[in-house]
């Protein structure tokens, strides 16, 4: 069983930068995958990014891409992002999500692929 803590989110003006961490309750090996995830008032739950533990390379929405950065710390079972730029349009509730195990090594940034969820941090950008 895994366990997801989110924190850092918060109130910053357009422009403004924020980074959220993602803490598991226990080791998530190499060989998973890890992601983040927003969900605006009124709006489906979509992907932002995601990381493989193993090689920790990284896949971003289109909409995030060059202003937001996934990492993970193994050794500290913590992920992070790190969203720079930030936009009204990024305000939305984030999660973090686990595939443990990943059934299959591909890149997918659909919820429904993640089998544990934090219980989510605001990040509301202001004009």
């Known amino acids: 069983q895994v366990q997801l803590v989110e924190f850092g989110g918060g109130s910053v003006q357009t422009g403004g930068s924020l980074r959220l961490s993602c803490v598991s309750s226990?080791?998530?090996?190499?060989?998973?995958?890890m992601g983040w995830f927003r969900q605006a008032p009124g709006k489906e739950r979509e992907g932002v990014a995601t990381?493989?533990?193993?090689?920790?390379?990284?896949l971003y929405a289109d909409s995030v891409k060059g202003r937001f950065t996934i990492s993970q710390d193994n050794a500290k079972n913590t992920m992070y992002l790190q969203m720079n730029s930030l936009k009204p349009e990024d305000t939305a509730m984030y999660y973090c999500?686990?595939?443990?195990?990943?059934?299959?090594?591909?890149?997918?940034?659909?919820?429904?692929?993640?089998?544990?969820w934090g219980q989510g941090t605001q990040v509301t950008v202001s004009s």
């Open positions: 990381i493989y533990t193993g090689s920790m390379s990284t």
């Open positions: 226990s080791y998530i090996s190499s060989g998973n995958f």
């Open positions: 999500a686990a595939r443990v195990p990943p059934r299959g090594i591909y890149y997918t940034m659909n919820p429904s692929d993640y089998n544990y």
